[in-house]
């Protein structure tokens, strides 16, 4: 069987759902295909920046995150058991000063609502097996409940994630490598001095960090790089119900291509990188918003995948240097670094343009 569409997205993951919105917001016709027959469940990033809040406010996304939502007022930084500095989000000059902490599992269960809200469904246990690029459009296989089928699109967009079957048909290569680290993460009930409104990064004289992200009252993400996070905790944290844990490592990898003529990458089938800075659903977010407005204005396509390519490159690097820095063992890693982000932050002009860049603003 053969079917015909505009645009074909494969893979409902944030950067797919966002590109299908906003192309759905234009009226150009879309269909968004995932191989799992459910929405994952697993809450994985859970910070959204307002940057994303601003890009996704126009198809009636952001509204129904920010309801859902915590509105976090900034992040505190604390080493020897001591808060040394504080990034307040509250003087961001944006209608979003904040950072809004939700699950990624309820974000895109609110964006595949909004997307259902413009007339379109994430078509489910679709498996997209092959794909032929094209002159004026490209060609996919794909395996679902009805059985096989060619769907013939004018445009495809892989946001089939960092083992994108999409990347893989262009023959693009994924250069990078992984990071030494184990990371280990859980959401659990805190009771204790365990702030709701404030993130929290905590940088002890010795050993692995450790980030805490209030996710719903009472219950927050902490995730440190090094096993059994769990067992790590401050004694100030009053642990109870455990409601997710996961152990693993990461990688930063980037295409040197972001694909050609009419089939192209977004989110983490183009870059992933380290965790730290909580940059990577929002780039891909912006990824496919920004592909979608290009393909709108019938812009220039090579012009997006390079404005995209740069940025790309940019977050790498920075999530790389925050990285670093964070991880960072010894007299310099842990007394003096602290004492350095400490004096800049107190410079109010130094302070907000730092917070205007983690907040994607910049
Ligand atoms: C444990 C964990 C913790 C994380 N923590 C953070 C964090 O704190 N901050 C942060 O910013 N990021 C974090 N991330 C990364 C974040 O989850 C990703 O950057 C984000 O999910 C990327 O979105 P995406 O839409 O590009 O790809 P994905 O979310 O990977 O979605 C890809 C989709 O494509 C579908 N698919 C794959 N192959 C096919 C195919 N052949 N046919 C059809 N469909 C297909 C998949 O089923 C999936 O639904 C974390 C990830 C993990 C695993």
């Known amino acids: 069987m053969s079917e015909k569409t505009s645009v074909l997205i494969v893979g409902a993951g944030p950067a797919g759902l966002a590109a299908a919105l906003e192309l759905a917001r234009f009226g150009i016709p879309v269909r ?3 191989k799992s027959t459910e929405a994952q469940k697993e809450s994985r990033a859970v910070a959204i920046n307002p940057r994303t809040l601003e890009l996704l406010d126009h198809c009636g996304a952001s509204e129904h995150l920010i309801h859902h939502g915590i509105k976090l007022k900034g992040a505190r930084i604390v080493a020897g058991g001591r808060v040394r500095a504080t990034f307040d989000a509250t003087r961001l000059p944006h209608r979003y000063n904040f950072m809004l902490a939700l ?13 259902a809200e413009h007339g379109i469904k994430v078509e489910r246990g679709v498996e997209v097996t092959d794909v032929v690029a094209g002159e004026d459009g490209a060609s996919v296989r794909a395996r679902g409940p009805a059985g096989e089928t060619t769907i013939k699109a004018d445009w495809v967009v892989g946001a089939d994630g960092a083992h994108s079957i999409v990347r893989k048909c262009l023959d693009l290569e994924f250069p990078g490598a992984p990071y030494p680290y184990h990371w280990s993460l859980v959401d659990v009930d805190l009771a204790g001095e365990a702030e709701e409104d404030h993130a929290e990064l905590r940088l002890d004289w010795k050993g692995p960090i450790m980030v805490r992200v209030p996710l719903a009252p009472g219950r927050h993400r902490v995730i440190s790089n090094g096993e059994g996070v769990l067992s790590r905790l401050p004694a100030s944290w009053k642990p109870g119900k455990v409601h997710w844990q996961s152990d693993f490592t990461v990688s930063h990898r980037m295409v040197k291509k972001r694909g050609h003529g009419r089939v192209w990458l977004i989110g983490d089938a183009a870059h992933i990188h380290s965790p730290a800075g909580g940059r990577g659903m929002n780039l891909g977010i912006e990824d496919g918003v920004s592909f ?3 393909i709108h204005a019938k812009a220039s396509i090579e012009g997006w995948a390079d404005r995209r390519q740069r940025r790309a490159r940019r977050v790498v690097r920075e999530s790389d240097a925050m990285q670093r820095l964070a991880t960072a063992q010894g007299f ?3 007394r003096v670094a602290p004492a350095v982000i400490r004096g800049l932050l107190r410079v109010r002009p130094l302070h907000d343009i730092l917070i205007k860049h983690i907040g994607g603003l910049n």
Not at 103 to 115: D, G, N, P
């Open 292 to 294: 979608a407005r290009c």
């Open 103 to 115: 699950a990624q599992s309820e974000t895109e269960r609110l964006l595949a609502r909004t997307l």
């Open 32 to 34: 968004i295909v995932d």
């Open 332 to 334: 310099m890693g842990r």
